[in-house]
């Protein structure tokens, strides 16, 4: 995979000039970079502002949220040195995985798994990734893990990629974007989160309404909180992991809990990611 | 043409006014709406200008990329930010002209071909489709002078058609309005305004069949108006006729009564022409009524004076006979004109040459007619010199009767020619007056009255009056 190998020499780039034109950035101010990716609904202002002030009060640093239109874009910066700690899809962690550590893993319904979705138009009537031949689909993003690996994974499985498979595949950078595409008709189908896919059913029914899922994957590793494997034990690592894990404990924490749908954080194993890295595996061998 | 003509003018002006009004609007209104529709579809092209501006700057890099995704994000969201342009559909093409998106994936769907497009498609103004109710743009989308791509735009064109209908309603409603309002107060002042000459119409209709009349005062507006000047030159003209047809009847009065006054002397002087015979008649009986033949003779003296004094009382009263009863002329009424003119042939020793003979009565009015020879007989006798000649000539022609009285006196004076052609008015100096009544009458009767030169040397007048014409000779016929 091309693009699993450009971030590495960006990361390269840019941690060189983080090094040298922005030396002391993060020290120096001592404020906690935390970096967000569109794995949940990063559109929600609420949710940005109370995670905020629920990490500067549990931290005791002031938190500066990052966030960006690609996964990529964060990957890079965490993985330079840029970012303390980010939440990234599995995908990107499994890849990078020799320079990440895990901070925790979130736990949905109890466990800290997800799903992938196909998803199609309500009422077409298919029942299978084989179905969706010659389809416009509608990926979320190269680097996500329920909105590309896992259905390339499967495709690669069935010997096929996804280029030649699909008339045509489309990214539109973040989960919501491939159900309003299918929504909208413009991609006859589409990969995506199922985790966002029913927090949207409960906020945005009207959103999913005009979608139907067409089969659910195998449950997945959720996407975890990683930090460069350099600050893996730096004392604003471990004061955010505490913030985590404590979450629930106040009603700031739950609050921001709250709007994630989310039950906590948990302590994560790094063993928990081979299916990603299995899936990846395929999915290179086939490239 | 000819049948407008024939309305009356408070309806023909109301309805020009109406026709004017309505061609006027009508003017207006295209004006109007051209107008409307120019700045409307400026305000259209300006809107979607903007619209396409807009897309197109924000559009390039993605349509460069060949990403249908962010177009169609971009297009989602414009729809939201231009709702005042009201973009119906949104189309992006790439550069072989092929759907990158669209605002409606499934009409059109990515890689499709791209829709036919009005063929009068500008690049930098809208086209109005009124019959779909749209407007249509296109742009195209240039990077350092390649295409790229293009967008297509369709633009709900219903409002401002809309618009466009209910001010043609308006004006429709509107010009209606004043057109039938003009033409209702066009109506009511045009018959304001024809009043006073249908009334002035009235009085000179009325004038045709009897006294002409003229226009109360109370009717008659200021002297300054020119309705004013114009009853007022009426009513002069109607007090001139007036007066005119009251001299003549005064004339005519005093002819009767000067023509009488000759026949009473006339007649005194024919009753006292025998009367000096009857006395001596009387004188003769007295002294000598003892002897027959004497007696028989002054009695026979007396019974024949005495009839031809009857026959001229007879005569006098059937002429002067105020409780007169209709009856047709008959012989007896030409001879009794013999008796009644008989002073004055005496008295000139003129030649009284009567021709003619009326085998029949003739259904006219005896005492009118008897009056009208009697006139003419008089009035040649008066002309004719002392011996001179006088002939009458009577009979029927056809269905007229006619009657011939000549003279030989010096003829009619030109005036008197001129006055009977209606050429003059007759005055005293000028005399004639008595021909001009007798003129009258006769055309009263319905006949005509010619004068010429007779061969005796004077005039010749010629009286023709047809016979059993209208009710009044019926009547006559019948009385008789």
New interface residues.
């Given amino acids: 995979m091309d693009n699993l190998l450009r971030p590495s020499r960006r990361a390269v780039v840019l941690g060189l000039a983080a090094a040298t034109a922005r030396p002391a950035t993060a020290a120096a101010v001592s404020v906690l970079r935390f970096g967000l990716t569109p794995v949940f609904l990063s559109s929600d202002l609420d949710l940005l502002a109370n995670l905020q002030t629920y990490l500067e009060a549990t931290t005791g640093y002031p938190v500066e949220l990052v966030t960006r239109r690609t996964y990529q874009e964060i990957t890079t910066l965490l993985v330079s040195g840029e970012l303390d700690a980010a939440w990234i899809c599995g995908y990107p962690y499994v890849a990078f995985r020799d320079r990440l550590s895990l901070v925790a893993v979130p736990v949905w319904r109890g466990r800290p798994l997800y799903q992938s979705y196909l998803l199609s138009a309500a009422g077409r009537g298919v029942r299978s990734l084989a179905d969706l031949e010659g389809d ?1 689909h ?1 990926f979320s993003d190269p680097d996500s893990n329920s909105g590309f690996l896992v259905t390339a994974a499967e495709l690669a499985e069935m010997d096929e990629r996804p280029e030649t498979f699909f ?2 595949t ?4 973040s989960h919501r ?1 491939v159900v ?2 299918v929504a ?4 006859a189908s589409g990969s995506v989160d199922g985790y966002v896919y029913e927090v949207l059913k409960e906020v945005s029914p009207d959103l999913i309404a005009p979608t139907e899922i067409v089969r659910a994957s195998d449950w997945k590793p959720f996407p975890p909180i990683a930090c460069p494997r350099a600050y893996e034990a730096s004392a604003k690592t471990e004061a955010l992991r505490v913030a985590l894990m404590r979450m629930t404990d106040t009603g700031d924490g739950r609050a921001v809990l709250d709007l994630l749908r989310l039950d906590g954080f948990a302590p994560g194993q790094p063993g928990f990611f081979e299916p990603i890295r299995l899936a990846m595996e395929s999915v290179r061998r086939l490239g | 043409m000819t049948g407008l003509r024939a309305l009356p003018l408070a309806i023909r002006i109301p309805l020009l006014v109406a026709i004017l009004m309505i061609a006027v609007g009508v003017v207006a209104s295209e004006r109007v709406l051209s107008r409307l529709q120019d700045v409307q579809e400026r305000q259209l092209s300006d809107l979607t200008e903007a619209y396409l501006d807009g897309l197109s700057s924000s559009l390039v890099d993605p349509v460069l990329r060949e990403d249908p995704w962010e177009v169609f994000d971009i297009l989602d969201r414009a729809r939201g930010l231009y709702a005042a342009v009201r973009p119906l559909e949104t189309i992006v093409l790439d550069d072989r002209g092929t759907v990158l998106a669209a605002s409606d994936p499934r009409r059109f769907p990515i890689g499709s071909p791209a829709p036919p497009q009005p063929d009068v498609l500008f690049a930098n103004a809208a086209h109005v489709d009124e019959e779909e109710a749209r407007a249509y743009a296109r742009r195209m989308l240039t990077v350092e002078g390649r295409q790229v791509g293009s967008i297509l735009v369709a633009i709900d064109a219903a409002p401002i058609l809309e618009e466009r209908r209910a001010v043609l309603f308006t004006l429709l409603a509107s010009n209606a309005a004043v057109t039938l309002a003009a033409a209702v107060l066009g109506w009511i002042a045009v018959r304001r305004m024809v009043r006073p000459i249908r009334l002035l119409g009235t009085h000179l209709t009325q004038a045709l069949d009897g006294p002409v009349s003229p226009i109360p005062a109370a009717l008659i507006p200021a002297q300054r108006t020119e309705v004013g000047r114009l009853f007022r030159s009426y009513n002069a003209l109607a007090l001139a006729l007036g007066e005119r047809d009251a001299l003549l009847a005064r004339a005519a009065e005093e002819e009767r009564l000067a023509s009488l006054g000759r026949l009473a002397s006339g007649m005194a002087h024919e009753i006292n022409n025998p009367l000096g015979g009857l006395f001596n008649a009387l004188d003769t009986l007295k002294v000598h009524g003892d002897k027959a033949a004497i007696r028989k003779g002054s009695v026979d003296l007396l019974e024949r004076g005495l009839k031809g004094i009857r026959d001229v009382v007879r005569t006098t009263l059937a002429t002067y006979r105020p409780d007169r009863e209709l009856r047709p002329l008959r012989q007896a009424d030409i001879d009794d004109l013999r008796i009644l003119v008989r002073p004055e042939t005496a008295r000139k020793q003129l030649a009284l040459d009567f021709g003619g003979r009326l085998d029949r009565d003739v259904p006219i009015d005896a005492f009118q007619l008897r009056q009208i020879l009697l006139n003419v007989l008089l009035n040649a006798c008066r002309a004719a010199p002392e011996g001179g000649t006088v002939r009458v000539t009577v009979g029927t022609k056809g269905a007229d009767f006619m009657a011939r009285i000549e003279d030989s006196g010096p003829g009619l004076p030109e005036d008197a020619e001129q006055i009977l052609k209606g050429g003059l008015k007759p005055t005293a100096e000028r005399g004639g007056l008595g021909l001009v009544i007798t003129s009258r009458m006769v055309g009263d009767l319905g006949g005509s009255l010619v004068a010429d030169t007779s061969a005796l040397g004077g005039a010749r007048i010629t009286i023709t009056i047809p016979m059993a014409v209208g009710a009044a000779a019926e009547e006559v016929l019948h009385v008789a």
């Fill in positions: 416009v509608a008339e045509r489309l990214f539109t950078y974007n309003r595409a909208s008709g413009l991609a």
